[in-house]
C-alpha cells in the first residue's frame, strides 16, 4: 500500500504565513518565534532541530493548535486556525492532530486500551468502534499482549508505543513527536522511529522535534530553528 | 459521552480510594443529621397531632387579658371569674353540645397532723377525663361522675407537701370536711398543664364546700369542628362585653393550639435542621478541597487530555460529575446512617421523657420528602462544590499542563 505517490504529496497540510510568536511587550518583547513561512506537504517527514531555547517547542505548540500565534495565520488542511476559539483548537486537535511527548503522557489511571481509545471518546465515537480501532493500532505497535495494563505497568519504550497508537486513533493529517525518542533506550528508540517511518510510509505527516542528529538525519526534509528563525537545514 | 466522563470519573475516585472515602463521609454525617432530625421532628409533629386532634371540637374560655390579679384582694373578688351570665349568654349560642366549667378557690388542707393551703379545682368528672386525657396516673384512677369527696391531686401534694407521702385511699380534710384520695396524677414532665400541685374535685363537692362557684374556666364542646374558630370569636365577644372590657376573656380552640404547638415544633425543626446543614457546609469545603486537590495533581493528565482534544466543556464535566458521585454516595449512606441515627436519637429522648412520665409516644419518622429532600441537597452540594475546582480545570492551558512536572 505504497501512497508516497507524487498526487498524494502536492497536497499542503500545513502553512504558515508570516506567523510570529512573542512574549511580553516592549520595548521588553521578546521574539520566540519570526516571521515563520512553511509549507508541509502531505507525507512529509520532517525533523525540526535547534539548540534549547531556540523556539522548536514555541513552533511544535503553533503546529499542535495547542497556542495562538501573536501574529500570521497558520492553515492546517486549507483552513485557518490562527482565529479560532479554544473549542474549535480542541476540535482540529482532535481530528488533524496526533500528538507523541517525549515523557509519553499517557493517562496513569487508564490501561493501554483506554488511553487510546480516549481520544476517539472524545471525538465522540462509538464504544464498539473504538475498542475495535485501538485494539488493531495496539496489535500494530506489538502491544497486543498489554491491552490491560496500566501505563506504570509499561517499560519506556512500551509507553511511548501506546503514545504512537493514541496519536493515531483519530486518523490525524499529523503526527507531531516532540523528542520521542528522549526516554528510552537505543534499541527501543530505533523500534519507535521504525514504527513512525512505517505510518509514514502509508501517507502520514510526521514532524519530529529532536536535538539528536541522528534521528533527525533519517527524515526527508530537516528545518534548523535557532533564535526563533526558521531555516531549511541539513544534518 | 458522558459515559466516558462518568467512567474517567470512577476511575479517578478509585484511585485515590482513601481520600474519596474521607471526602464521602463527611457529606454522609451531614446527610445522616439531616435525615434523623427530620425524622424525630416529624415524629413530635404527629405524636402531638394525633394526642391533641382527638380534641379538636373543644373550645377552652379563660379570663386571660390585663391584671385582674393585682384587684384581688381578698380572693373572692369575681374580676377575674366568669359569671352566671357569661354561661347564659354562652348556652344561647348555635351549635353548642355540651358546656362545663372549672371552679377556682383556696382551702385549708390538713393530714398528718399539718395544716396547709392549697389551691383547689372543680370541675366535673367528665371535664377533667377529657383534658387529663393525656396525662398518667401514678396511682388509683379518676373518681366517676357522681362520687361525692374524692379528690385527685398532684404528684407533689402526693408526696412533698405533707410530713408523709399520701397514697390512694388516703383521708385529707379541706376545710374540715373529709375527702378520700381517688388517683395520683404521675410526675408531670416537660409541656402540658401543670398537674403537680392539683387538687381536683367535683362542682358540686367544691360549691359545698366553699359556697362560691368562681368559675376561671368553661369547656365547651361543639357539634362541628368547622364551626369551632366562629363559635370561639363570638363566644369572646359577648363576654367582653357583658364585663365591659375589651380584653377579658379568651376563647380558644384545640385547633388553634395544635396550629400554636405544629408551629413551635416546626421552628424547632428548622432551627436543628439549620445546625445539621452546617455539618454539610463543613463537607461541601471537605469535597472543595478535595478537588482543587486533585485538579492540581492532575494538571499533566488535564493538559494532556486537552492536548488530545479534549474540550472545555469535557474537562468541567469530568470533574463535576467527580464531584456529583461523591456528594450522591455520600447521601445515600447518610440516608442509611439516618434510618439508624433517628432510631438511636430517639431512644435518647424516650429516656429523658420517661423520667418525667409522660405518655408522649415518640416515633421517628422518615418521609419520603426527607429522603428526596436529602438526595437533593447532596447532589446540589456535590454541583456547587466542584463547580470552582472544574472551572478551574477547564481553564488550563494546555502548553502550561503539559510542561507541568
Redesign the interface.
Known amino acids: 500500500m505504497e501512497k508516497t505517490a507524487e498526487g498524494i504529496m502536492s497536497k499542503d497540510v500545513i502553512v504558515t504565513q508570516n506567523v510570529s510568536k512573542t512574549y511580553g511587550k516592549p520595548p521588553l518583547q521578546v521574539y520566540a518565534l519570526r516571521e515563520t513561512n512553511l509549507q508541509i506537504k502531505q507525507g512529509d517527514y520532517i525533523a525540526i532541530i535547534g539548540p534549547s531555547g531556540s523556539g522548536k517547542s514555541t513552533l511544535m505548540?503553533l503546529l499542535?493548535c495547542?497556542?495562538k500565534p501573536t501574529s500570521g495565520n497558520i492553515f492546517i488542511d486549507g483552513s485557518d486556525v490562527s482565529t479560532l476559539n479554544?473549542?474549535e483548537l480542541?476540535?482540529i486537535?482532535?481530528?488533524k492532530i496526533g500528538?507523541i511527548?517525549q515523557k509519553y503522557?499517557?493517562?496513569?489511571?487508564?490501561n493501554a486500551l483506554e488511553n487510546v481509545e480516549?481520544?476517539m471518546?472524545?471525538?465522540?465515537v462509538d464504544?464498539q468502534v473504538r475498542t475495535e480501532k485501538a485494539k488493531k493500532l495496539l496489535e500494530m505497535v506489538e502491544l497486543s499482549k498489554r491491552l490491560t495494563h496500566k501505563p506504570s505497568e509499561m517499560s519506556g519504550g512500551e509507553q511511548q508505543r501506546v503514545a504512537i497508537a493514541?496519536a493515531l486513533a483519530?486518523s490525524p493529517s499529523i503526527i507531531l513527536a516532540d523528542e520521542p525518542t528522549g526516554n528510552v533506550d537505543t534499541k527501543s528508540g530505533d523500534n519507535i522511529m521504525n514504527i513512525l517511518e512505517e505510518v509514514n510510509r502509508k501517507g502520514e505527516t510526521i514532524i519530529v522535534v529532536t536535538h539528536n542528529m541522528a534521528i533527525a538525519q533519517r527524515a526527508k526534509r530537516v528545518l534548523r530553528i535557532q533564535d526563533g528563525v526558521v531555516q531549511e537545514g541539513h544534518v | 459521552m458522558f459515559r466516558d466522563h462518568v467512567k474517567l470519573a470512577i476511575k479517578n475516585l478509585r484511585h485515590r480510594m482513601s481520600r474519596s472515602l474521607l471526602t464521602l463521609l463527611g457529606i454522609a454525617i451531614g446527610i445522616m443529621a439531616i435525615i434523623s432530625l427530620l425524622a424525630l421532628g416529624e415524629g413530635m409533629q404527629q405524636a402531638v397531632t394525633g394526642e391533641l386532634s382527638s380534641l379538636s371540637d373543644v373550645i377552652i374560655v379563660s379570663t386571660g387579658g390585663g391584671g385582674f390579679s393585682s384587684f384581688g384582694g381578698g380572693g373572692g373578688s369575681n374580676g377575674g371569674y366568669f359569671t352566671q351570665r357569661d354561661i347564659a349568654v354562652i348556652e344561647r349560642v348555635q351549635g353548642i353540645k355540651e358546656v362545663s366549667t372549672q371552679l377556682s378557690g383556696v382551702g385549708l388542707a390538713e393530714y398528718n397532723g399539718k395544716t396547709t393551703i392549697l389551691s383547689l379545682t372543680g370541675m366535673d368528672a367528665a371535664v377533667m377525663k377529657l383534658q387529663y386525657a393525656s396525662q398518667t396516673l401514678d396511682a388509683g384512677e379518676f373518681f366517676n361522675e357522681g362520687d361525692q369527696n374524692k379528690i385527685m391531686i398532684g404528684y407533689s401534694i402526693a408526696h412533698d407537701t405533707f410530713d408523709a407521702d399520701i397514697s390512694v385511699g388516703g383521708r385529707i380534710k379541706i376545710n374540715g370536711e373529709k375527702f378520700f384520695v381517688s388517683g395520683i396524677f404521675g410526675k408531670q414532665g416537660f409541656g402540658g398543664v401543670s398537674s403537680d400541685s392539683i387538687v381536683l374535685m367535683s362542682s358540686r363537692d367544691f360549691q359545698k364546700l366553699t359556697g362560691q362557684s368562681n368559675i376561671s374556666l368553661i369547656y365547651l364542646r361543639v357539634y362541628n369542628v368547622n364551626d369551632a374558630e366562629s363559635i370561639a370569636t363570638t363566644i369572646q365577644n359577648a363576654i367582653n362585653q357583658n364585663h365591659g372590657k375589651k380584653d377579658f376573656a379568651t376563647a380558644t380552640t384545640m385547633t388553634s393550639i395544635l396550629q400554636t404547638v405544629q408551629n413551635i415544633i416546626g421552628i424547632l425543626q428548622l432551627v436543628l435542621v439549620g445546625i445539621a446543614s452546617i455539618a454539610l457546609v463543613v463537607a461541601s469545603i471537605g469535597i472543595m478541597n478535595t478537588m482543587l486537590t486533585s485538579v492540581m495533581e492532575r494538571t499533566r493528565e488535564i493538559g494532556i487530555m486537552k492536548a488530545i482534544g479534549a474540550t472545555t466543556r469535557d474537562i468541567m464535566s469530568i470533574f463535576i460529575i467527580e464531584g456529583m458521585l461523591l456528594s450522591s454516595l455520600g447521601g445515600v449512606i447518610g440516608i442509611i446512617l439516618g434510618v439508624f441515627g433517628s432510631q438511636a436519637l430517639t431512644l435518647i429522648l424516650r429516656s429523658f421523657m420517661s423520667m418525667g412520665g409522660g405518655a408522649f409516644q415518640l416515633n421517628p419518622i422518615i418521609t419520603i420528602t426527607s429522603v428526596v429532600l436529602a438526595v437533593a441537597v447532596s447532589l446540589i452540594v456535590g454541583v456547587l462544590s466542584s463547580l470552582y475546582p472544574a472551572w478551574k480545570a477547564a481553564r488550563m492551558s494546555p502548553i502550561e499542563a503539559v510542561r507541568y512536572e
Do not use: K, V, Y
Open positions: 505548540n499542535g495547542l497556542d479554544e473549542n480542541a476540535r486537535r482532535r481530528e500528538f511527548f503522557n499517557l493517562i496513569p489511571t487508564l480516549l481520544s471518546g472524545f471525538a465522540g464504544s493514541r483519530n
